[in-house]
């Protein structure tokens, strides 16, 4: 191996770092990159070992960035900002264990830092480790009594009991929080979950209630706008899978599909516990290989260019991004690619359609009692709910009708109550021979980044279900907002 190049002189009064972040502003990415690989301190971790690897990430160069960070994992650092930053880049590209170990110096060489603490309890979540994640929140809120985000992921690690909870914490907490700042939403939802945990649902509801109205007043949001891309979705995809034989083998792509809260993780953690499974989680693959391969025509809108974007384009497009081994099916978990149910038959036809589905009443109240970040803008009002779950569910008819087969829908209360029959049932729709061990979710160790991050590393439970009938009529607003924009019998599938 050649040794590395000498750096280029810096520009007077100007760091190694700066010089190589004044060269990528400028477009000037391989001079930067080329700058920084000569840049790197052989002895000890700097934020070029930092910056060098998202340039190599953002460069989509994951083998050599994967390279680099494993590098500095072994030189010592005093630096925690350039040891989160690393964290970040392992986190991108999916290295979810070397991502923690940085996440995990950062902290310990930011002691008092209540966010380096959070993102080493984020990342411990993400791998399962969950009394070690209520360690590193404890540390966070120890440096920071108000730190929201650290007291919401503390609150979802387990089922609080009437003994050991939160409660008086958080409702202290929220009430030093400012009425117009973002910490009384995630201090909210906290609170909302842990009464909810401890079976008080008339101030549990009082609690989310007011937490989605916060987070609905900071965003500028039509449900309206939603509604109609989801009706011209339907209205430009009009074609079915090409006519052909019942492809032979296991399915190389499955695509696992459903509104958030449905039910996609839990399915996704069982038929990735089957040998020769592996799931890449939640990307966009598939929406950034359709809108490349759509055609560029400025009389067109995205909606009709994607319709007429060339199937065969868009499954090589995905194929590359998906970067599957051979004797491999992968599995792709974003919720929302049901909007893309139609192009994804067409273009990956040796792959498998999986839809999950909930009863209207029992989904809307699964979204609402979760906050999702910059996600499902719809969640947090029950109107905005109902506009769009009466949306979704028009376009899984049009789906359903045009795909028939090649679509398999499955139902979460199904799921949860005959895991054995309905996993049997989609691994038999994704050509894959069933285990009935794959129903031990919990023995599952890879990693997760979704709201049901602390639940899938538990046995498959049914406590769910009931959740909708204990609050009774404090839901009857969703009831009557779900009937008023169209669904009939908002308690049945």
């Known amino acids: 191996m050649s040794p590395a190049p000498a750096p280029a002189p810096v520009p007077s009064g100007a760091s190694p770092e700066g010089h190589i972040l004044a060269l990528a502003r400028a477009g000037r990415r391989d001079e930067a990159l080329a700058f920084a690989r000569g840049a790197v301190d052989g002895a000890r971790v700097t934020r070029v070992d930092a910056l060098l690897a998202t340039l190599l990430v953002n460069a989509g160069e994951r083998e050599e960035a994967r390279g680099v960070i494993e590098a500095a994992r072994a030189r010592p650092s005093d630096d925690p900002r350039a040891c989160d930053a690393l964290a970040h880049a392992a986190l991108r590209l999916g290295a979810h264990r070397l991502s923690r170990d940085f996440y995990a110096r950062a902290a310990r060489l930011a002691p008092g830092d209540a966010g380096a603490w959070y993102n080493l309890a984020a990342s411990e979540r993400a791998l399962g480790a969950l009394e070690?994640?209520?360690?590193?929140?404890?540390?966070?809120?120890?440096?920071?009594?108000?730190?929201a985000a650290s007291h919401l992921l503390r609150s979802e690690l387990r089922v609080q009991s009437a003994d050991d909870n939160h409660v008086d914490v958080l409702r202290a907490a929220l009430a030093r929080a400012p009425q117009d700042g973002s910490g009384r939403v995630a201090l909210g939802y906290a609170l909302a979950k842990e009464l909810d945990d401890l079976g008080e649902s008339a101030a549990a509801?009082?609690?989310?209630?007011?937490?989605?109205?916060?987070?609905?007043?900071?965003?500028?949001?039509?449900?309206?706008?939603d509604e109609a891309k989801l009706a011209r979705i339907a209205q430009v995809f009009t074609q079915g899978p090409e006519p052909s034989a019942v492809p032979e083998g296991p399915a190389l792509f499955v695509f696992i599909v459903g509104l958030p809260r449905s039910g996609t993780t839990l399915l996704e953690r069982m038929l990735s516990n089957l040998p020769g499974v592996v799931s890449h989680g939640e990307t966009d693959h598939f929406a950034q290989s359709l809108l490349g391969a759509a055609p560029r025509r400025a009389d067109l809108d995205v909606f009709a260019r994607a319709a007429l974007a060339d199937p065969a384009a868009v499954g090589r497009a995905y194929a590359a991004r998906a970067a599957r081994a051979d004797g491999i099916s992968v599995i792709e978990k974003l919720p929302m690619n049901y909007l893309y149910l139609g192009a994804m038959a067409r273009a990956l036809p040796h792959g498998a359609l999986l839809a999950l589905r909930r009863s209207p009443l029992e989904s809307c109240f699964a979204m609402f009692r979760t906050l999702f970040g910059d996600?499902?803008?719809f969640s947090?009002?029950?109107?905005?709910?109902?506009?769009?779950?009466a949306a979704w569910d028009r376009l899984m008819g049009h789906w359903r009708a045009l795909l028939g087969p090649a679509l398999l829908e499955i139902r979460y209360d199904e799921l949860v109550t005959d895991p054995q029959g309905q996993g049997?049932?989609?691994?038999?729709?994704?050509?894959?021979?069933?285990e009935e061990g794959a129903t031990a979710i919990e023995a599952n160790r890879a990693a997760s980044l979704t709201a049901s991050a602390a639940q899938v590393r538990r046995p498959i439970y049914r406590t769910s279900l009931d959740k909708a009938a204990r609050y009774g009529a404090l839901l009857d607003p969703l009831r009557q907002a779900l009937v008023r924009h169209g669904i009939a019998d908002p308690d049945r599938i």
């Open 132 to 147: 070690a994640a209520g360690e590193a929140c404890d540390a966070a809120i120890a440096c920071d009594g108000d730190h």
């Open 205 to 225: 509801w009082a609690a989310w209630t007011a937490a989605a109205a916060a987070r609905r007043a900071q965003m500028a949001y039509d449900v309206a706008t």
């Open 375 to 377: 996600a499902y803008p």
């Open 380 to 389: 947090y009002a029950l109107d905005d709910l109902a506009r769009y779950y």
């Open 424 to 434: 049997a049932r989609a691994a038999q729709h994704c050509r894959l021979p069933w």
